[in-house]
Nanobody, 122 residues
Framework: QVQLVESGGGLVQAGGSLRLSCTAS????????MGWFRQAPGKEREFVAR????????YYADSLKGRFTISKDNAKNTVYLQLNSLKPEDTGVYYC???????????????WGQGTQVTVSS
């Protein structure tokens, strides 16, 4: 089992920034990929970004590339998501997930955190 705990969400004005954190514990060596997803009210969960635990390779949703940055600190078992130039449409619950494969499909991630709310006001 892998436990994931997100933090760092909050209320921010449009154009502002937030940094989300996701700390993993448990059998973290079972998971090679960490991903961030988000879900807006009434919408499906969508892929944001992913990172490989060992090599650090990253991949982003095309629509978010340039504004969001995923990074990691292996010593702390923590993955970060830096959110810049935030827009009201970025509002939603942000989840981190752990999985075995470098994919964008939420269904292929095995473990999920509880989510952290990001609200961007106009």
């Amino acid at each position: 089992q892998v436990q994931l705990v997100e933090s760092g969400g909050g209320l921010v004005q449009a154009g502002g920034s937030l940094r989300l954190s996701c700390t993993a514990s448990g059998r973290t060596f079972d998971s090679t990929t960490m991903g961030w997803f988000r879900q807006a009210p009434g919408k499906e969960r969508e892929f944001v970004a992913r990172i490989n635990w060992s090599g650090g390779s990253t991949y982003y949703a095309d629509s978010l590339k340039g504004r969001f940055t995923i990074s990691k600190d292996n010593a702390k078992n923590t993955v970060y998501l830096q959110l810049n130039s935030l827009k009201p449409e970025d509002t939603g619950v942000y989840y981190c997930a752990a999985g075995e494969y470098a994919v964008v499909s939420a269904g292929l991630y095995n473990y999920w955190g509880q989510g952290t709310q990001v609200t961007v006001s106009s």
